[in-house]
């Protein structure tokens, strides 16, 4: 039975399926199965689903139906795909322990807009962007409507969850409110730094979650810093001028690509790979961050205007796309150390951040 357009519900199921390793069925397009958590060997398919950065790195790009940069990918092999050979096609991390896969052909798909949902259902869902084809054996799938995927990410749905006061150690007086969706797991929140008063325009900060960097410290990335940063800044304000802040702490891990992506793209920066680079040979974007969720969450705490804590000139013109008043670009530029340096050289290389 198929979902209801518009079913925020059916694309939960769905991610929650994909991450059991459960097959999805989207309209009338095939059966598909995600690769990465598939089980079973009896599994087998003519075709495989993929990105087209991914087919690139297969060498496929000069096949037409490969070709367009960031649409899906229909792959057809000599042989069918089994399981362990769909996961060596999909993860690029065993592209050193089986260098030697195909020949390859890239073959038209009927249902394009089906398989951009299903890569993005994927990302979503945090594991690697890529099918087996209405493979033999599968069990039965959880079956949705292309619409299906637009209501889940909605961001009128999010909602403030709750709220309360939490004295932090550069600041004794904040609160932090917490927001909800109804079918997404995912909870993000924002910490306002000093009292709102007047018309003074806060500085926001919108930063990705990081659990490497904000917990453990890593050196590898500036995100630990920059959340630490960011609150002293606004404490200052809140100390000095009688100034208020807000960290939107979004729940998208990766830029949007999920933990275990972001650390699939750090062995890969380990072998040579820039973070860019690292990100397309997973098949995933380099920006995947929500947006919408952050205007939406700004308007829900009745902030119209910010001055906006980034180096990044792309998330004031992403803000700006969806409402947010950007009053000022606040730089937010921190040291480098000997493990961060090419990353940050990459930021402002290839992803047009204003650093040194």
Known sequence: MTSEPGSARAAAQAIDGLRHGWPIAIDAAPVLQPVETAYGPELLADTMLISASRAATLKLANQREAAVPGEP???????????????????????????????????????????RTALELARIAGILPAFMVAPDKAEEPVRLVNADLAAFVDPARLLIASRARLPVSVAENAEIVAFRSPADTREHVALVIGNRTGEKIPLVRLHSECLTGDVFGSLKCDCGPQLDGALAAMAREAQESDGWGVVLYMRQEGRGIGLVNKLRAYRLQDQGFDTVDANTRLGLPDEARDFPAAARML???????????????????????????????????????PHNAHYLATKRDRAGHLLP
């Open 73 to 115: 990918v229909l792959l057809r092999g000599a042989e069918p795909f089994d399981r362990d050979m769909a996961l060596a096609v999909a993860d690029p991390a065993l592209d050193l322990a089986r260098p030697m896969k195909g020949p390859f052909k890239a073959v038209g798909c009927e249902w394009d807009e089906v398989a």
């Open 299 to 337: 308007d829900l705490l009745g902030i119209g205007a910010i001055r906006l804590l980034t180096n990044n000139p792309a998330k004031v013109e992403a803000l700006a796309a969806h409402g947010v008043a950007v009053a000022e670009r606040v730089p937010h530029a921190l040291p480098d150390n």
